[in-house]
């Protein structure tokens, strides 16, 4: 396919392509003729989700509502699985299906989603998917940076009017900055909550130091139950604790990006779908508007539902494990496998674990912010994790 300029672009020095410089997470946006609109558009040298949320849902969200302070915008949460699993699906494959029936059911022409190259099941391949089986190949998480948005430019060229995006954060804030500017009719947003993505090479050091079997993971999460899961070629499941992570050898694998976000939760999707606001073995799903419902709709018959649930105390553990992170302290297994299964019994479960995931993040890259871009701090960090971050005491 021919390229042509975009009617508003405007030609960049090389040395401008990744005007976010080590901040970039590598959304794609820069790799079209879009770059033109990147100092608006970026994430991270334009942070606007109040003005977006305004723009995606008719409001932003409200600082005095404790809910939409952690969760953003929301007409409602709930915990959900499918009655008949996808095989091979990360969790039970709700996204997959939602995608596969707004596809076969003529509500969009396309599906932007990630697979992976022929040679690197870890390494992301954005692609419109046009077909069930293109969607199906592209189930399961890839945890390395995706530009996701590089195929923009083949979304106004293809003539397609009617488009669902699956992405994360980032990507989304991105493409509802330029959404304006792509010609549909009509862009149904599914988002994943995200956090704490690699490069290619910052993931093989992940797994190459906390895995048995490196080159044998098929894809892992961090799970409700304080431990890593990995899923293994032969079907077994690894599981480390939290707390016996190597944080002294992993806290610079994550990327810089992910360092600086505060949209965990993906606040600007329509639909978002994830697991850590639900019991384990759950998914958690949070729609956002009446697109969002739009979507769900189409897979009630085939999900189980059940209402959201709290309990437990997050503030200690979420204190404690602050400087712990700071210092790079890594607890011999014995020692993290009996305080990961304390905490498990009676640490926060449900939204509560939530909340600790958000604060543990957002505390953390607080200060990174603040050590590595002052500058940036007071602009950068929206007022909602501001206040989730004030209720901590944070080490200079």
Not at 5 to 31: F, I, N, Q, V
Not at 172 to 178: D, E, K, S, T, Y
Not at 257 to 281: E, K, R
Request: glycine content about 6%.
């Amino acid at each position: 396919m021919t390229l042509v300029p975009h009617k508003k672009a405007k030609a960049l020095k090389p040395s401008s392509r990744r005007p976010a410089k080590e901040l970039c997470s590598e959304c794609g946006l820069c790799d079209t003729y879009y770059i033109h609109y990147v100092k608006e558009a970026c994430a991270f040298i334009n942070q606007q989700i109040p003005t977006l949320e305004e723009q995606a849902h008719g409001r932003s969200r409200d600082l005095e509502n404790a809910d939409d302070v952690y969760f953003g915008v929301h007409q409602e949460m709930m915990a959900a699985r499918k009655t008949e699993p996808i095989a091979g699906a990360q969790w039970t494959g709700i996204v997959s299906t939602i995608a596969i029936e707004m596809l076969t059911r003529g509500l969009v022409e396309g599906v932007v989603c990630v697979q992976n190259t022929k040679d690197d099941r870890f390494q992301p391949h954005p692609i419109i998917a046009t077909t069930p089986e293109e969607i199906l190949a592209a189930r399961v998480n890839k945890p390395t940076l995706s530009p996701n948005l590089s195929v923009l430019e083949q979304i106004e060229q293809s003539g397609m009017k009617r488009l669902l995006v699956i992405g994360v954060g980032c990507q989304i804030q991105a493409l509802r900055a330029v959404e304006k500017e792509l010609g549909l009719e009509k862009l149904y947003v599914l988002g994943t909550p995200c956090t704490d993505n690699v490069t290619r090479a910052g993931l093989q050091k992940f797994l190459d130091t906390t895995s048995r079997s490196p080159e044998t993971v098929v894809y892992y999460e961090f799970m409700q139950d304080f431990q890593v899961h990995f899923k293994h070629e032969d079907g077994s499941t690894e599981l480390v604790p939290f707390f016996g992570l190597k944080t002294n050898q992993l806290k610079d694998v994550f990327a810089p990006s992910c360092l600086s976000c505060f949209d965990y939760v993906n606040s600007l999707a329509d639909l978002v779908v994830g697991y850590m606001g639900a019991p384990f073995g759950w998914q958690w799903i949070v729609v956002r508007n009446d697109r969002g419902q739009e979507m769900l709709d189409l897979v009630q018959d085939q999900i189980q539902t059940q209402p959201v649930m709290s309990k437990g105390d997050r503030h200690q553990a979420v204190q404690q494990s602050i400087p712990a992170y700071d210092k790079g302290v890594t607890l011999p297994m014995w020692a993290a496998k009996l305080m990961g299964v304390v905490i498990e019994k009676i640490g926060p479960k449900g939204l509560e674990y939530a909340r600790f995931s958000i604060d543990s993040h957002f505390t953390r890259n607080y200060l990174y912010v603040k050590r590595n871009h002052p500058e940036k701090l007071e602009q950068h960090v929206p007022d909602y994790a501001k206040k989730i971050v004030s209720q901590y005491k944070l080490p200079e």
